[in-house]
C-alpha cells in the first residue's frame, strides 16, 4: 500500500490530498510557559525538554502576524507551496486566559494563505472553556483546520513519572474523548527511546493510539539536548540511545501497527544543531529517510499491514 511515493500515510500526502499543493508549518511562539514549570505541577519540565518547551525553531517575541509573514519569507525560497499551517508550538498553547487565546488563534486565522492551526499543549490544560473556544473556532472557520497536538509521550506510567510528564493517562484519555465530541483532530507525540523502555513498551503505546483512533501521530527520536536534566542520566549512563539500524527497525514495526488512515506527521525529528549532545547520527535526516524507505521496501512493508492483519482476525 502506498500514499504517493511512500509506504505510510505522510503529512505531506494528506496535505496535497486536501488542498491540491504543498503545505508548510511555520512554527510560532506565543509567548507562554508551561504548568509543568511555573510551579503549577513542576519548576523544571520534563527531563527531556529545554528551555525553549520544544520550540526551538520558533521565533521570540514578535507578534503572531510577524511570525508567520517571517517564516513565509523562508518558505519562499522553496519556489513551491503558497499556503501555511500556523504552529504554536513553544510551550503549553492552551495555558493562558481565554480572551489571549482566542486573539492569538483569530490572528492566525484571518491571514488569508493560513489554511489552519495546530496547537500544541497538554491534555490537563483543556478545560472545558478552552474546549467551547475551539468549537466555536471550528464552526466560524469551516474551510481552514484546528488541530490539537498532544505531547503523551509513553502510555507507561513508570516512564511518565521518570520524564517528569506531570499528568496521568487517565488524563490524556479524558482530554481525548472531548476533543472528539467536538470534531477537533488529535495529533499525538511519541517519543521512542526513553529511559528503561523496550521496542515491546514503545509498541504498546502504539496500539494504545491505533485503538484510540487518533487522528495523527509524531513519532520523535529521543534527543538529549545541552542544558536538559536528560543530560545528567545520560552521562552517568543509566540508558543507552537507539542506534542508527535500531531506530529504523522500531520505526518499521511502530508504522506496521498504526492504522493506514492516522497521518504520520512526524517520523524522525529535527534536534537543533547547537544544542544535540545525542545521537548525533540523527543530524544527517536525510540518511535517516532514505534509509528508513529502502528497509520498508527491502521487508515488502507498509503502514498498517500488521494492523490490517489484526484487524480481519477481529
Keep these: 500500500m502506498f500514499w504517493n511515493d511512500k509506504p505510510y500515510h505522510s503529512l505531506d500526502y494528506a ?45 521570540i517575541g514578535d507578534s503572531i502576524s510577524i511570525q508567520l509573514e517571517k517564516g513565509k519569507q523562508y518558505f519562499r525560497n522553496k519556489n513551491t507551496g503558497r499556503l501555511f499551517i500556523a504552529y504554536f508550538q513553544a510551550y503549553t498553547n492552551t495555558y493562558a486566559p481565554l480572551p489571549k487565546l482566542e486573539t492569538l488563534y483569530r490572528e492566525a486565522l484571518n491571514e488569508p494563505s ?24 471550528n464552526k466560524e472557520y469551516p474551510d481552514k483546520l484546528i488541530w490539537i497536538e498532544l505531547g503523551l509521550q509513553t502510555i507507561h506510567e513508570r516512564t511518565a513519572i521518570l520524564i517528569r510528564r506531570g499528568y496521568s493517562l487517565e488524563v490524556f484519555e479524558h482530554a481525548l474523548t472531548q476533543l472528539q465530541k467536538i470534531s477537533i483532530p488529535v495529533i499525538v507525540h511519541v517519543i521512542l527511546g526513553l529511559p528503561g523502555e523496550t521496542k515491546e513498551m514503545m509498541l504498546e503505546t502504539c496500539r494504545f493510539l491505533a485503538a484510540k483512533k487518533v487522528n495523527g501521530v509524531k513519532l520523535q527520536l529521543l534527543h538529549v539536548l545541552k542544558n536538559t536534566d536528560l543530560v545528567e542520566l545520560y552521562e552517568k549512563k543509566t540508558f543507552e540511545i537507539l542506534g542508527f539500524m535500531e531506530y529504523i527497525d522500531i520505526i518499521i514495526s511502530c508504522l506496521e501497527l498504526l492504522p493506514p488512515d492516522i497521518v504520520i506527521h512526524r517520523i524522525t525529528g529535527d534536534g537543533p544543531k547547537n544544542l544535540l549532545i545525542a545521537p548525533l547520527w540523527s ?16 521487508r515488502g512493508t507498509w503502514q498498517g499491514k500488521v494492523w490490517n492483519l489484526w484487524y480481519k482476525n477481529h
Excluded at 509567548?31 to 519548576?43: A, K, S
Excluded at 493560513?114 to 473556532?137: F, H, K, M
Excluded at 543530524?283 to 527491502?298: A, C, G, S
Design 283 to 298: 543530524l544527517d535526516k536525510r540518511r535517516v529517510l532514505n534509509t528508513l524507505h529502502q528497509e520498508l521496501k527491502r
Design 15 to 59: 496535505l496535497k490530498t486536501m488542498f491540491g499543493e504543498k503545505v508548510y508549518k511555520i512554527a510560532l511562539d506565543a509567548g507562554m510557559t508551561c504548568p509543568n514549570r511555573d510551579g503549577t505541577c513542576g519548576v523544571r519540565g520534563c527531563i527531556f525538554c529545554s528551555s525553549g518547551g520544544s520550540g526551538e525553531f520558533a521565533a
Design 114 to 137: 493560513v489554511v489552519g492551526i495546530s496547537i500544541a499543549t497538554r491534555p490537563d490544560c483543556l478545560d472545558q472553556n478552552i474546549l467551547c473556544l475551539l468549537d466555536r473556532l
